[in-house]
Structure formats: structure tokens, C-alpha cells
């Protein structure tokens, strides 16, 4: 029986592999390595670069065997990495929906020092300063900040018990 053998290219962000559909189970890929060919041939190789250049280059190699197996590390650093990155995209959305909502007054000659245009307390004060779709608008990425805050403290805290199981245990 003939088995076709082809490497792939895994990102630091797959959650599924290709190889899963494409392999039958109980396939191994310890002897494929992500990302070499361009950190390694880039410089040797002039003229242009394409895809089925180095698909073909990656496929000799594979069948030479001369590419080395990659470690994906622990599932629970796995983990620890998806909920870092959930916590650092939760920031980056929360901060750049608080930037909009002082770019909504300040385009108004509204003055917003501090923080209080994002306190609940003071959410109706705020909002009566605008009229008509302004207003909305602002309600709206209000309400959206309210969501996006509201999901960072128990991803902390999810970080928090991640890093206190076997990951800190380790060193």
C-alpha cells in the first residue's frame, strides 16, 4: 500500500489540524518541522519566492528525512497561552471602544477628563450631553465597553489558577 506523504505548515494560532482530516488516525507528524524552510533557505535562494517552491523542497526533504520533529509544548501551556491571548484581546477591544467613546464627545467640544464618561453611575449624565443618533452611538459602545470589562476579571482569575497548577510546580 502506497502512502502519500505531504508536510504541512502549523501556526502558533491552529486550534484543529489539517493533518487530522487529511491523515488517517494514528498518523504521526514527529517527523515534519514547521517553519524551516524560510528561516533556513531564505538567503541561500535568489530571485522570486513561491509557494510550490518550497512546498517541493519541503517534500524532498521529508522524504530524505532530514526534517527534524517539533515540540508544541504541554497542554496546560497550551492553555495558559489561549487565555493570555483572550486577556490581551479583551484589553486591546475595551481600550480602543474607550477611545471612541472620548473621540464621540471630544468631536463635540465635550470635555471628558478622567474617568468617569465610563462609570454606570454617571452613564445618563454622560449620554444627556449628546442628542439624536450620537447618542445611541454612544449607548451602544458603552454598553459594549460594560460587556468587554466584564469579561476580563474572570480570565484573570482563570490565569491566575492556571499558573498555579502544574506549570509553576515545574521549576
Not at 531564505?42 to 519566492?49: A, F, L, P, Q, T
Not at 439624536?132 to 454612544?138: D, F, L, Q, Y
Amino acid at each position: 500500500m502506497h502512502v502519500c506523504r505531504c508536510p504541512l505548515e502549523f501556526f502558533s494560532n491552529c486550534t484543529w489540524s489539517t493533518g487530522a482530516v487529511l491523515f488517517p488516525p494514528g498518523f504521526s507528524f514527529s517527523n515534519l518541522l514547521t517553519r524551516e524552510m524560510s528561516d533556513f533557505d531564505v538567503e541561500r535562494r535568489s530571485g522570486n519566492k513561491s509557494d510550490g517552491r518550497e512546498a517541493e523542497e519541503l517534500s524532498e526533504r521529508l522524504r530524505i528525512g532530514s526534517l527534524r520533529p517539533v515540540y508544541h509544548g504541554l497542554a496546560t501551556v497550551l492553555t495558559l497561552k489561549e487565555l493570555v491571548r483572550n486577556y490581551n484581546n479583551l484589553v486591546e477591544d475595551s481600550t480602543r471602544v474607550m477611545q471612541r467613546i472620548k473621540a464621540l464627545f471630544r468631536a463635540r467640544a465635550i470635555p471628558t477628563p478622567g474617568v468617569s464618561v465610563y462609570r454606570l453611575s454617571r452613564r445618563k449624565q454622560w449620554l444627556g450631553k449628546l442628542q439624536g443618533g450620537t447618542r445611541v452611538r454612544a449607548a451602544s459602545l458603552l454598553a459594549e465597553l460594560a460587556l468587554r470589562s466584564s469579561g476580563v476579571r474572570p480570565v484573570r482569575f482563570a490565569i491566575r489558577a492556571n499558573m498555579r497548577g502544574p506549570i509553576s510546580s515545574r521549576s
